[in-house]
Nanobody, 124 residues
Framework: QVQLVESGGGLVQAGGSLRLSCVASGGTFSRYSMGWFRQAPGKSREFVAAISWPGSSTNYADSVKGRFAISRDNAKNTVFLQMNSLKPEDTAVYYC?????????????????WGRGTQVTVSQ
């Protein structure tokens, strides 16, 4: 059983940056592909970014491409989401997820484990 704990969320002005972290425990982190999703009030959960377990490939939603960067440190069992040029529409709860599948996954149903989320609020 893998446990995921996100951190790094907060309140930031538009144009600012945040770095989210997700620490995994209870499994072999290096053998899980990781993803970040987000859910805004009244909206369904949406894919943000993913990284394969070898770390050799990444995938991004069009809405964040060029602004967000996902990375991982297998030695620290941690996946990161660097968020730059933040916009008010990026406001959401951000969730970290893990899947045993080797390739990056954009569908939430492909993930086996989820964290509880961290709130990101971007003000005008």
């Amino acid at each position: 059983q893998v446990q995921l704990v996100e951190s790094g969320g907060g309140l930031v002005q538009a144009g600012g940056s945040l770095r989210l972290s997700c620490v995994a425990s209870g499994g072999t982190f290096s053998r899980y592909s990781m993803g970040w999703f987000r859910q805004a009030p009244g909206k369904s959960r949406e894919f943000v970014a993913a990284i394969s377990w070898p770390g050799s490939s990444t995938n991004y939603a069009d809405s964040v491409k060029g602004r967000f960067a996902i990375s991982r440190d297998n030695a620290k069992n941690t996946v990161f989401l660097q968020m730059n040029s933040l916009k008010p529409e990026d406001t959401a709860v951000y969730y970290c997820a893990a899947t045993r599948l080797i390739t990056t996954q954009v569908m939430a149903s492909r993930y086996d484990y989820w964290g509880r989320g961290t709130q990101v609020t971007v003000s005008q």
